[in-house]
């Protein structure tokens, strides 16, 4: 049979186009090696998040005298954070499965080789058997980034973020090495259940990407309350469990750690694609926006795509590209510069749209002149209330003359549960007297964004 569309990877890009071109009528595959619901399910936001709850009822409980509750001899259980954190995972899978299934698109849970493509088909190989497909989907996601760092491989005190959420026991102390996003969420779910943390940062400050004065708090507040964050520094070699690294302007020094989680980045997979005839750019698919690549009958969405690895961003790039073959009308492209996105430090820090970084100095991405709004969350009743001896931070970044959004950055919880609204102001274009008219629920975290509005 020959299929409209074979899908490679069955993650958050792979799973949304396929329940969405399977809903639209076309003949759909779809290949998945492992677990339906890939990274982002089974070894990445999910799991971890799950983890952080589990970390963050503990830590409030710990904390729960500060709100006028006394609770004597709180104590967490790690193999059962780890049981229901798997649960959530399996019930999430089964969801997929189910959507799927629905759909009536077609699954095979198998290793996908790609055999040869031309302008009208491509030929796949998974199961010992041969499918044919018009288009091809490639949503084969991304694999860690292992730094070429002597001692690295072959150690079993180093994981990477497969084997830190898989873990059997707390460790009692843990190096991470890469104070990006990965690093800082698992900094806090161990610094949280009480191990001794160390993150060794290449870069002048942790989250590089992020808006400075958000990072600068979280840092502080991590660095009072035991974590020790290294900038500027790099790891030189790891000998068992034991890590040698050279601060800027100084002599190698060593530290020891149960573990060494090494989260430096990830790299487009392309496993299975050694027939793959398409243009590449910095090891990645190259795509354009309408996430086709350079053979028209060929696409692909997520990590793969090396553009921003984010889950939301995968299945808002893979409805980009089935809205495209279904021919939908109007063309729907990705607004990649209102694009959310949250670290689940505690506190949280969520941003949308550019940063001053990105308007100034030798990161300017943009010429415009732009005013920054600011207020402390502390403005926010409902944040008072809920975040004893917190101060957070709330950022509008406007462009000075056409007084629209360009970005927003906050520090706070839950800043994950309101960015989504800076994302629709920053998406939309609203200018600030436009966003003013915007009436928020009372009292709720969001209003922060309202107020720091109107000063
Ligand atoms: P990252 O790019 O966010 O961070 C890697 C960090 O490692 C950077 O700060 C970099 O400066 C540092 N680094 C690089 N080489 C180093 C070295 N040799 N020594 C010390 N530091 C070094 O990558 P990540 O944290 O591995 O995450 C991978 C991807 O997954 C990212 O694109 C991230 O956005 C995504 N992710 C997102 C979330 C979320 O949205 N909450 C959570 C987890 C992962």
């Given at each position: 049979m020959m299929y409209n569309l074979a899908i490679i990877g069955g993650g958050p890009a792979g799973y949304t186009a396929a329940a969405m071109a399977s809903n639209a009528g076309m003949r759909t595959v779809i290949f998945e090696k492992e677990q339906l619901g890939g990274t982002c399910l089974n070894v990445g936001c999910?799991?971890?998040?799950?983890?952080?709850?589990?970390?963050?009822?503990?830590?409030?409980?710990?904390?729960?005298?500060?709100?006028?509750?006394?609770?004597?001899?709180?104590?967490?259980?790690?193999?059962?954070?780890?049981?229901?954190?798997q649960k959530v995972v399996r019930k999430l899978v089964a969801g997929v499965k189910q959507r799927l299934q629905n759909e009536n698109c077609q699954l095979v849970a198998a290793e996908a080789k790609l055999m040869f493509h031309n302008s009208d088909k491509v030929v796949i190989e998974a199961a010992g058997e041969t499918f044919e497909a018009e288009r091809l989907l490639i949503c084969t996601g991304s694999v860690n980034f292992v730094p070429p760092i002597e001692g690295i491989h072959d150690n079993d005190a180093v994981w990477d973020s497969t084997a830190a959420l898989a873990a059997t026991e707390l460790p009692a102390s843990i190096v991470i090495v890469g104070g990006?996003?990965?690093?800082?969420?698992?900094?806090?779910?161990?610094?949280?259940?009480?191990?001794?943390?160390?993150?060794?940062?290449?870069?002048?400050?942790?989250?590089?990407?992020?808006?400075?004065?958000?990072?600068?708090?979280?840092?502080?507040?991590?660095?009072?309350?035991?974590?020790?964050?290294?900038?500027?520094?790099?790891?030189?070699?790891?000998?068992?469990n034991w890590v040698y690294f050279v601060a800027e302007g100084t002599e190698e020094q060593v530290i020891d750690a149960d573990k060494i989680l090494v989260s430096v980045g990830r790299?487009?997979?392309?496993?299975?694609?050694?027939?793959?005839?398409?243009?590449?750019?910095?090891?990645?698919?190259?795509?354009?926006?309408?996430?086709?690549?350079?053979?028209?009958?060929?696409?692909?969405?997520?990590?793969?795509?090396?553009?921003?690895?984010?889950?939301?961003?995968?299945?808002?790039?893979?409805?980009?590209?089935?809205?495209?073959?279904?021919?939908?009308?109007?063309?729907?492209?990705?607004?990649?510069?209102?694009?959310?996105?949250?670290?689940?430090?505690?506190?949280?820090i969520a941003s949308v749209?550019?940063?001053?970084?990105?308007?100034?100095?030798?990161?300017?991405?943009?010429?415009i002149e732009f005013v920054v709004k600011k207020l402390p969350m502390t403005f926010s009743g409902r944040f008072v209330a809920e975040n004893e001896g917190e101060t957070g931070l709330c950022k509008l970044i406007v462009d000075k003359s056409k007084k629209t959004i360009l970005g927003v950055h906050a520090i706070g919880n839950p800043c994950s549960e309101f960015i989504a609204a800076a994302s629709f102001a920053v998406r939309m274009g609203y200018t600030l007297p436009e966003f003013e008219q915007v009436v928020f629920p009372h009292p709720t975290v969001s209003e922060i964004l309202r107020e720091t509005a109107l000063i």
């Open positions: 999910i799991p971890t998040k799950t983890l952080l709850y589990s970390a963050k009822q503990y830590h409030n409980a710990l904390a729960a005298g500060k709100y006028g509750v006394d609770v004597e001899a709180v104590k967490f259980n790690f193999q059962k954070m780890q049981q229901r954190k990006g996003v990965i690093g800082m969420e698992f900094a806090t779910l161990f610094s949280e259940l009480g191990s001794r943390v160390t993150v060794i940062e290449a870069m002048p400050r942790i989250l590089p990407q992020l808006d400075t004065e958000c990072v600068d708090i979280l840092q502080d507040k991590y660095r009072k309350n035991g974590v020790n964050i290294l900038t500027s520094t790099k790891v030189t070699r790891i000998d068992g790299r487009a997979n392309l496993s299975g694609l050694d027939n793959l005839r398409v243009e590449m750019q910095r090891g990645a698919v190259r795509v354009n926006d309408m996430m086709q690549t350079s053979e028209k009958n060929i696409f692909a969405a997520g990590d793969v795509t090396g553009k921003i690895m984010l889950a939301h961003v995968a299945s808002r790039q893979a409805e980009v590209a089935v809205g495209y073959m279904l021919k939908q009308i109007p063309l729907q492209r990705i607004a990649y510069n209102a694009i959310p996105s949250v670290v689940y430090t505690n506190p949280e749209g550019l940063t001053e970084s990105d308007l100034t100095g030798k990161d300017c991405v943009l010429p």
